[in-house]
């Protein structure tokens, strides 16, 4: 079955701190998404990449093809960071047809 | 302000009932996608339409159809509703078929009763 892991579930910071979220999935893949959740409930999408490392703003994420895995980091860490970050990866061919890590519910405080 | 519009945003019915959401995608995105995230499956895609046809399926119930018109504008309709139905049903945009990065919607949170 081709799954998605997320670690950690939850994660508690402290303004300033630098924040690494992982995401290992177990096949190969044409494409990962990281996306963003507030409370409020919208969903934003942060990144999509396929090899290497993308930056924006405090906002890095890396994956690496042969280990299946893949990390979101936030520098300097801010209370607004506050959300649920989600990996979401495209097997092969399959479109925009993606599958879901569980989350990982970020709160940062002052 | 991610440009797809999604209504209603909040929807209380009762068992059995059938609703309707509605998305509108971004200006210029011909594909559109439905997801629904429930407390206990997390996120889930249920289908996506590309330009008016249907494009791939995933874990979309009989109970559930879809369509996109020709405006590109899609509903999801969902009937013979069930309790476990009681999730946030998000639409997302993209302007092609498998690439780039989507535009999600607000949401269409539904209560079911």
């Known amino acids: 079955k081709n799954e998605v892991e997320q670690s950690p579930q939850n994660l508690t910071a402290q303004e300033g701190e630098f924040i690494t979220i992982n995401c290992s999935y177990s096949?190969?893949?044409?494409?990962l998404h990281w996306l963003q959740q507030h409370p409020g409930g919208g969903i934003v999408s942060l990144f999509m990449l396929s090899s290497g490392k993308k930056k924006h703003g405090r906002l890095i994420a890396t994956i690496n093809i042969q280990e299946k895995h893949s990390s979101l980091h936030i520098t300097a860490s801010h209370p607004r960071d506050s959300a649920v970050y989600i990996c979401?990866?495209?097997?092969?061919?399959?479109?925009?047809?993606?599958?879901f890590g569980g989350g990982t519910r970020l709160m940062v405080k002052p | 302000d991610s440009g797809v519009t999604q209504t209603p945003k909040h929807l209380i019915t009762a068992t059995g009932q059938r609703v309707t959401l509605r998305c509108s995608p971004r200006?210029?995105?011909?594909?559109v996608y439905w997801y629904q995230q429930s407390l206990d499956q997390g996120l889930q895609f249920l289908i996506q339409?590309?330009?008016?046809?249907?494009?791939a399926k995933g874990n979309i119930l009989e109970r559930f159809s879809a369509q996109q018109f020709p405006d590109l504008h899609s509903e999801l309709n969902l009937s013979s509703l069930e309790l476990g139905d009681s999730a946030l049903y998000f639409c997302a945009s993209s302007p092609g078929t498998a690439t780039g990065e989507l535009f999600f919607g607000e949401g269409s949170r539904l209560t079911v009763l």
């Open positions: 339409y590309y330009n008016g046809e249907e494009r």
């Open positions: 096949v190969g893949i044409s494409a």
């Open positions: 979401a990866v495209r097997w092969g061919n399959a479109g925009n047809m993606l599958t």
């Open positions: 200006s210029g995105d011909l594909s």
